[in-house]
């Protein structure tokens, strides 16, 4: 994939590597172009000359070949730091492996995910090659190493062999000598085997000399020579660690500082290893030395023993001999080198291409069409049954009579009273609030027939404050009232007194003061001036603790008092939960109205009423289910009437995996 245009900033490259830059370039024919930058300013430019930008200076060149074709085309270019490009590509490619554990095949599979197909392509074509190219350039680096120190030495034993023919003509000619007769044949024969001997060591030592010699001057951190004919194991072993551990030290070294604690490890073990190099070379050397000396003292015994042979015998022996090392040190170097140079010409990469890179142009990589679909439909369905199900987890609260049926384990719900305004005075009419306090009454007296046969007494509590208690037996009160019984409506709630709010009555008097002995009961009894048959007992202003107060054996007196002068009974009392005074009282009730108050009354209030009810602390316990909204009652929206379930209340009760 070839670019019609070739940018060259003239800014340092750690400006440009760091810098975010867009524009773009449109040709406009081979010898011009437009420029317009980021923020649309556009101007016409020459190829070749310097556009200013905001990092510095730039040159578009053209490519003539292939810019006819990109005539009036926008080309867009966007330059960013190359850590964040580089992190971009790495995070877009990916390769796998296709390995089976039962049928290894070493074979990896590179995809890249781009926007531009051919640039993917490119892209990973030019990884391969570079990977390829990085790792035959590993392998060559140790093979360079040898093979430059197997020239230098070639260079200098070919001054040294030079020198030594030269010697050896000048002997000859000097003392006019052709050929000479050896006459202690079998003397010299066993002279020779010596001589082999010596020569071959001589190579080792010549070598292993030139080696140290190297490994004195050679930089703190550079490669050794490796397979150089040292004829020692433990040479070469310590000659490959060493440049393995060197090879590992540059690998981390691209991606690490000096100081990395790994680099150091590595550089503490590569002076021990140079160390036991030098060591071992000195003792390689010095057990050569020792050999050498022991064959010539044996060459020197035999020559001892042809004195015969000619003064210029000898002399060219010698220098023969000479020759000779030379010759095969020069022969064996010039082997080794054809070796290095072999082994650099035939370096193949470790990675071979198959399939090469092509573009999948069937379909989109991402996205895929059917998994989206198949995740918007599942969403679709299932996001609002999610709702419905999330929202059902943090409803804390009873909000419909069904809500309430799944908690409650052997208490009648003898009522729903709708949400309605809490001023408004109960009224004799076919409403549904109206309606409601009828429902109650009747079950009430459903319930008490039994009960008692003189006055029946009904406390109305709640757990908490706010449920509506002085509301419901203010109404059930009228109720009653308006049946034609003689009702009283007593005010037992000393800490929070609302009746006497609720009737607006001047007068402050009430139990308190009868139970203490200031007033008599027909003093703190009042009549309500529009219900006749209604009469309310208040709580007074209480002097002492409440409990105390109601602790009185006055109380059994006066609900005795009570029982025979009303039909009906009714008492508000103080929640359960904040105070004892309800349960005090607990033991003067023939029927108990337990409020529970919709979209207010917390769930984990429920197992406290349920206690009440299975320890009996409460006589004839009913709940009350308070303040429902219409929509949720069982009437529907008006009396008489079923109103229609709602989608949402249907799909609720689904839900629900409880007994509704």
Request: hydrophobic residues 40%.
């Amino acid at each position: 994939m070839t670019s019609p245009v070739h940018l060259n900033f003239l800014v340092k490259d750690s400006v440009l590597f760091n810098s975010y830059l867009y524009f773009e370039i449109i040709p406009l024919s081979t010898s011009e172009f437009q420029y317009i930058d980021e923020y649309e300013v556009s101007s016409t430019h020459e190829f070749g000359s310097s556009v200013r930008t905001a990092i510095g200076d730039l040159v578009v060149t053209p490519e003539q070949h292939i810019l006819d074709n990109y005539f009036g085309t926008k080309l867009k270019v966007v330059l960013s730091p190359v850590k964040e490009f580089v992190n971009m590509y790495k995070k877009n490619l990916s390769v796998m492996s296709d390995n089976d554990r039962m049928d290894p095949t070493n074979l990896l599979e590179v995809l890249f995910v781009d926007s531009q197909p051919q640039k993917a392509k490119a892209f990973v074509d030019k990884l391969v090659e570079n990977y390829n190219l990085l790792a035959i350039e590993r392998k060559n680096e140790i093979t360079n190493i040898t093979y430059d120190f197997i020239n230098e030495r070639i260079t200098r034993i070919s001054s040294e062999l030079s020198d030594v023919d030269q010697q050896q003509e000048q002997f000859k000619v000097g003392n006019q000598i052709t050929d000479i007769s050896s006459e202690a044949g079998l003397i010299l024969q066993a002279e020779e085997k010596n001589q082999e001997q010596i020569i071959n060591l001589r190579t080792q030592l010549n070598t292993s000399q030139q080696m140290l010699i190297y490994l004195k001057n050679k930089g703190k951190f550079e490669l050794l020579p490796s397979n150089i004919g040292v004829e020692d194991s433990n040479i070469n072993t310590i000659i490959n660690q060493y440049n393995d551990l060197m090879l590992q030290r540059k690998r981390l070294l691209r991606s690490s500082g000096e100081n990395n604690p790994v680099i150091l490890q590595i550089n503490e073990q590569l002076f021990s290893l140079d160390q036991s190099l030098l060591n071992s070379l000195n003792a390689f050397i010095n057990s050569i030395k020792i050999r050498i000396n022991t064959l010539e003292a044996n060459n020197e015994k035999l020559d001892s023993r042809i004195t015969s042979v000619p003064g210029q015998e000898r002399k060219s022996r010698d220098i023969r001999r000479q020759q000779e090392i030379k010759e095969a040190i020069f022969l064996y170097l010039l082997q080794k080198r054809e070796e290095s140079a072999i082994a650099m010409a035939t370096a193949s990469p470790n990675a071979e291409v198959i399939d090469p890179a092509h573009v999948n142009l069937n379909e989109p990589v991402s996205p895929n069409k059917t998994k989206t679909y198949l995740a918007l439909i599942i969403l679709g369905m299932g996001l609002p049954f999610g709702i419905l199900y999330v929202s059902n987890i943090f409803d804390t609260k009873y909000s419909s009579l069904a809500d309430l049926k799944s908690d409650v384990n052997n208490i009648n719900i003898i009522a729903e009273i709708p949400g309605i305004d809490r001023n408004n005075d109960l009224k004799l009419k076919n409403d549904l609030s109206t309606e409601s306090f009828r429902h109650l009454r009747t079950n009430l007296d459903f319930y008490g027939k039994s009960v008692t046969e003189t006055g029946r007494v009904i406390f109305v509590t709640s757990s908490i404050n706010d449920e509506g208690k002085t509301f419901v037996a203010t109404n059930l009160a009228k109720t009653y009232a308006l049946s034609n019984r003689r009702v009283l409506l007593v005010e037992a709630d000393f800490r929070n007194p609302d009746v006497v709010k609720s009737f607006k009555y001047s007068k402050k008097e009430g139990i308190a003061e009868y139970l203490s002995g200031k007033r008599s009961l027909k003093d703190v009894i009042l009549q309500d001036p529009e219900f006749k048959n209604l009469f309310v007992l208040t709580a007074g202003q209480a002097f002492v603790n409440p409990s105390i107060l109601l602790d009185d054996k006055k109380v059994s007196g006066l609900f005795r008092s009570l029982r025979r002068d009303f039909e009906v009974i009714i008492v508000d009392t103080a929640p359960t939960v904040l105070v004892s005074d309800t349960m005090v009282l607990g033991v003067e009730a023939d029927q108990t109205l337990y409020l529970v108050r919709a979209e207010y009354t917390e769930k984990e209030m429920m197992p406290h009423i349920i206690g009440l009810h299975e320890e009996k602390r409460l006589p004839n316990m009913n709940i009350v289910f308070n303040d429902v909204k219409k929509g949720q009652l069982r009437y529907g929206y008006r009396y008489g009437e079923v109103g229609p379930e709602s989608w949402r209340k249907k799909l609720k009760n689904i839900l629900k995996f409880n007994k509704a």
